[in-house]
């Protein structure tokens, strides 16, 4: 049989490194976009935005103010009693992760990072309760007795203490970064798109600590990264 020469596809159902070959469980990205945004959304973000984040923070417990720089924030404020020591309490006595608190955690994932998305000014259509919208986030369903170790959350917070000292400054260059994009969104309605990835990345990479340290749904270390 004649070697072709060519690779083989992979068989159906495995998964594809996505670029930048981390391939890390959780997934985010957000769509460029690429049009003219609103100007008048953009000049009175910060007062618009001002309901939707008082929906969330009774959703998470009071956090959501912590929110602003990066997804992951807020899992050190007062949604932590929500998102993490339940989960964390079911995997060191029972080794589970229950599928209903999985979906809940997901949901609540997704739409609060429509809201941190909305706010820094990379979509002017106002965050969904429930629509994907431009804001794309993923993570799997983990299986707990094989790919979780049943005493390891109680020090992943601690382990990712370089991963906090790190975004501390991105954070801040991502602040930055919105302010920069504010002014030439109204001067010239559109994003750069420099700047919007720079910013989309610091915001990933929050959330792939938040999945590992807080939603505990993957025992991978996060990779020091802004790609995909």
Same mark, same amino acid.
Request: glycine share 8%; net charge neutral; aromatic share 16%.
């Given at each position: 049989?004649?070697?072709?020469?060519?690779?083989?596809?992979?068989?159906?159902?495995?998964?594809?490194?996505?670029?930048?070959?981390?391939?890390?469980?959780?997934?985010?990205?957000?769509?460029?976009?690429?049009?003219?945004?609103?100007?008048?959304?953009?000049?009175?973000?910060?007062?618009?935005?001002?309901?939707?984040?008082?929906?969330?923070?009774?959703?998470?417990?009071?956090?959501?103010?912590?929110?602003?720089?990066?997804?992951?924030?807020?899992?050190?404020?007062?949604?932590?009693?929500?998102?993490?020591?339940?989960?964390?309490?079911?995997? !060191? $006595?029972?080794?589970? @992760? *229950? &599928?209903?608190?999985? %979906?809940?955690?997901?949901?609540?994932? =997704?739409?609060? /990072? +429509?809201?941190?998305?909305?706010?820094?000014?990379?979509?002017?259509?106002?965050?969904?309760?429930?629509?994907?919208?431009?804001?794309?986030?993923?993570?799997?369903?983990?299986?707990?007795?094989?790919?979780?170790?049943?005493?390891?959350?109680?020090?992943?917070?601690?382990?990712?203490?370089?991963?906090?000292?790190?975004?501390?400054?991105?954070?801040?260059?991502?602040?930055?970064?919105?302010?920069?994009?504010?002014?030439?969104? !109204? $001067?010239?309605?559109? @994003? *750069? &798109?420099?700047?919007? %990835?720079?910013?989309?990345?610091?915001? =990933?990479?929050? /959330? +792939?600590?938040?999945?590992?340290?807080?939603?505990?749904?993957?025992?991978?270390?996060?990779?020091?990264?802004?790609?995909?």
């Amino acid at each position: 049989m004649e070697d072709s020469g060519q690779i083989p596809a992979p068989p159906p159902g495995d998964a594809v490194p996505p670029s930048g070959g981390h391939d890390y469980p959780l997934t985010f990205s957000v769509d460029y976009p690429d049009r003219n945004l609103d100007r008048l959304s953009t000049a009175f973000r910060i007062f618009w935005i001002i309901p939707i984040a008082i929906l969330a923070a009774t959703l998470e417990g009071g956090s959501f103010g912590a929110n602003a720089g990066g997804s992951g924030v807020r899992y050190a404020g007062g949604g932590i009693g929500i998102l993490f020591i339940p989960v964390l309490l079911m995997l !060191l $006595f029972r080794k589970k @992760y *229950p &599928r209903w608190w999985y %979906d809940w955690n997901l949901q609540l994932t =997704r739409f609060s /990072n +429509r809201i941190a998305v909305y706010f820094a000014l990379m979509d002017d259509r106002y965050p969904s309760t429930d629509e994907e919208q431009a804001v794309h986030v993923n993570f799997p369903y983990p299986n707990a007795d094989n790919e979780l170790n049943r005493g390891l959350p109680l020090v992943k917070w601690l382990l990712a203490i370089p991963h906090y000292i790190v975004l501390f400054f991105l954070t801040i260059g991502a602040v930055l970064a919105a302010i920069g994009a504010w002014f030439a969104i !109204l $001067f010239t309605g559109r @994003y *750069p &798109r420099s700047l919007f %990835d720079f910013i989309e990345g610091v915001i =990933r990479w929050h /959330n +792939r600590v938040a999945a590992y340290a807080f939603l505990l749904i993957t025992d991978r270390y996060p990779p020091f990264s802004l790609q995909r």
